[in-house]
C-alpha cells in the first residue's frame, strides 16, 4: 500500500495540476479572458487542498479495506493448508502469494535463533511450505506452546553454514 504522502503527491501530479493546467489550456483556447480564466482558477485552486484531503482519505480507506480482505483470505487459505498438514503452528507470512512457490532461502539448517534447537534442512531453495513444515517441526521440537504464529524468516551465514532463523509470535 503507498504511503499516505505517495497518494497526496501522486494526486497533486496526475490529477490536480493536469486537471486544473488543461481547463485554463481551453479556455484560453476558447478566447476567455485572462482576468476571467484567474478568477475561476483561482477558486478552483483554492478548494484543490480540501478535495484532495478528501480524495486522498477515501483512497487510503478503501485500501485499507482491500489489504484486510486479502489478509482475511489469506489466514482462511492458510489455516485449511495447516489442518491439511496438521500443522501446529499459524503462518503469518501475508506477503506470501503462494505458498507454493520458491522462497529464494537455501539454508543448511533452521533454528529460532533464541537456543541451540535445531532442524536440519534440504540445503536446496525452498517453497514457502516447505519452510512453513520445517518451522513447525521446530515449533514442535522447541515445546514452546505460547509463540506459534510463524512470521518471518532471516537468513544468516554462519561460517561454512547457512541458518535459516524462523521467529515465531504470539
Do not use: C
Not at 482576468?35 to 480540501?50: E, S, Y
Amino acid at each position: 500500500m503507498k504511503s499516505k504522502e505517495e497518494v497526496e503527491k501522486w494526486m497533486r501530479d496526475e490529477i490536480s495540476n493536469p486537471i486544473i493546467g488543461k481547463m485554463i489550456m481551453d479556455m484560453t483556447e476558447a478566447g476567455v479572458p485572462y482576468d476571467a480564466i484567474m478568477k475561476m482558477a483561482k477558486i478552483l485552486i483554492d478548494n484543490t487542498p480540501n478535495v484532495e484531503k478528501q480524495l486522498v482519505e477515501d483512497y487510503m480507506r478503501d485500501e485499507r479495506i482491500e489489504d484486510g480482505d486479502t489478509i482475511t483470505s489469506k489466514i482462511e487459505e492458510f489455516a485449511d493448508i495447516a489442518e491439511l498438514n496438521d500443522f501446529e503452528t499459524v503462518f503469518s507470512v501475508y506477503e506470501v502469494e503462494d505458498i507454493n512457490t520458491l522462497s529464494g532461502i537455501t539454508a543448511d539448517y533452521m533454528t529460532n535463533g533464541l537456543d541451540a534447537t535445531q532442524i536440519q534442512l534440504e540445503n536446496k531453495e525452498l517453497t514457502w511450505l516447505e519452510l512453513w513444515a520445517a518451522a513447525d517441526n521446530l515449533y514442535k521440537k522447541i515445546g514452546d506452546t505460547e509463540h506459534l504464529f510463524v512470521e518471518s524468516f532471516d537468513v544468516i551465514q554462519n561460517g561454512d553454514k547457512t541458518e535459516v532463523q524462523v521467529f515465531f509470535g504470539s
